[in-house]
């Protein structure tokens, strides 16, 4: 091979030898940098990763600060506590009754309280709160008592809620009595209905007189759900029914139960109530006038059920609609006036449904259907906690009333029959809008 020859092909081979070099360079460098950038990009996912799991917690500890309200409250809508005073006891009512306020499914009726033990609230395994002044061991006079919150004492003690106080009626007369408080915060009539059937199948005992205290639940419930017959919260269960099968499947629906998620959607309701507050204020007329009148249809096919099961039972059948703070012509305190102001101002309209719905009551002739819208009418003081619930010293005035009912039932049908359209007349004024 000539010199020539050779000196290319070594030219060749250093040049092979550098392309090679520099091939090798060129791959390794792409793989260090590739291997730098899934690292750096690990590092900023974990990062934002880090970051959304504390904003989360701060969101929901924020919306939990934030005294988010529960969905158990709305069992009862009109409670105030803001007028609760510095006492240790009364502080100490409303931490038992804060702790008591949970509930738990019950059959067919939905709900009711979950026991509970404390100083001044107990709650029995079936969901039955405790009454005073009773002997039920023993054969005896058997009372049934079927409510809402009102009945089951919100704002009072076991020895201070309407069943006690009409045991502690009889106790005085020295007669032996046995009052069983089957209120439950929250039921309306129909729900209560279902609960005495299911007492009256299952019970050991049956009662010789069977009181409803009804009225403002059946008036609040109608106005949210915008029909009658309808439990508390209907639209919730709704809700949740509907969209139960879909919970069960995989996704991400179970973010829509976080605190952060329910304060967001509280905060857009209200927006959302802001632009329709000028419609929801101005209800018509008519349909305040339907609500209030398919209220008391209802309400009088329940009585019809319950006095045949009365016939077949045995018992006496005795319904109320008890006083709310918007009916009636009781002198209001400061306080009260307060409580009617933030209601209507939380619910807007309801006060023209109250008042409507209890003129209808008022004018409906039945002899064991008792008006007791009235009993506050010569009472100054401060008795009302919210809408309907009372104060300690508001039930002793209905339980006398009751007492009064069961006791000499005559007297009081024939008074109601002599004031009735004077009272009425009286109401007709208050239900026409402002």
Not at 38 to 57: D, E, G, H, P
Not at 138 to 166: R, V
Not at 248 to 255: N, T
């Amino acid at each position: 091979m000539s010199e020539p020859s050779r000196a290319r092909q070594g030219v060749y081979a250093v040049v092979s030898i550098a392309g090679t070099e520099e091939s090798r360079t060129t791959k390794a460098i792409p793989t260090a940098e590739y291997r730098s950038l899934v690292s750096q990009f690990f590092l900023r996912f974990c990062v934002a990763v880090t970051l959304c799991v504390i904003f989360l917690m701060v969101g929901e500890l924020i919306s939990y600060r934030r005294d988010f309200r529960q969905a158990g409250d709305m069992m009862d809508p009109m409670i105030n506590k803001t007028g609760v005073s510095s006492a240790s006891a009364e502080r100490e009512y409303w931490r038992q009754w804060d702790a008591a306020h949970r509930y738990t499914y019950h059959p067919y009726v939905l709900w009711r309280h979950r026991p509970f033990q404390g100083s001044m609230i107990n709650v029995s395994e079936n969901g039955v709160r405790r009454t005073s002044h009773i002997q039920c061991d023993e054969p005896s006079f058997t009372i049934w008592m079927f409510g809402d919150s009102s009945m089951w004492g919100t704002g009072a003690t076991d020895d201070e809620t309407i069943p006690s106080y009409l045991a502690s009626d009889y106790d005085r007369e020295g007669r032996r009595v046995c009052v069983v408080n089957y209120g439950e915060a929250g039921w309306e009539n129909t729900q209560e209905v279902i609960e005495l059937m299911e007492q009256l199948k299952h019970g050991p005992h049956k009662p010789n007189v069977v009181i409803f205290y009804d009225g403002g639940t059946e008036a609040f419930n109608a106005y949210q759900s915008h029909r009658a017959d309808t439990p508390t919260n209907y639209t919730s269960f709704e809700k949740y029914l509907d969209n139960w099968s879909t919970q069960q499947m995989p996704g991400f629906s179970y973010l829509q139960q976080t605190n952060t998620y329910r304060l967001l959607d509280k905060e857009a309701g209200k927006l959302s109530r802001g632009h329709k507050s000028e419609k929801s204020s101005a209800i018509a007329d008519d349909e305040v006038e339907a609500l209030a009148g398919s209220i008391m249809q209802n309400y009088q096919q329940n009585m019809d059920i319950v006095e045949l099961l009365a016939q077949h039972y045995g018992f006496r059948a005795i319904f109320t609609w008890y006083p709310v703070i918007v009916v009636g012509h009781k002198r209001l305190t400061p306080y009260e006036k307060h409580a009617v102001e933030e209601s209507e101002q939380d619910f807007p309209g309801i006060t023209r449904i109250y008042r409507a719905a209890y003129f209808h009551c008022e004018e409906t002739h039945r002899p064991n259907l008792y008006y007791l819208g009235d009993v506050f009418d010569h009472q100054n003081g401060w008795l009302f906690l919210g809408n309907s619930h009372l104060k300690p010293e508001g039930n002793r005035i209905v339980a006398e009333r009751l007492f009064r009912i069961l006791e000499h039932p005559t007297q009081l049908n024939t008074k109601k029959k002599m004031t009735r359209r004077t009272g009425g007349e009286r109401q007709q004024v208050r239900a026409k809008p402002a």
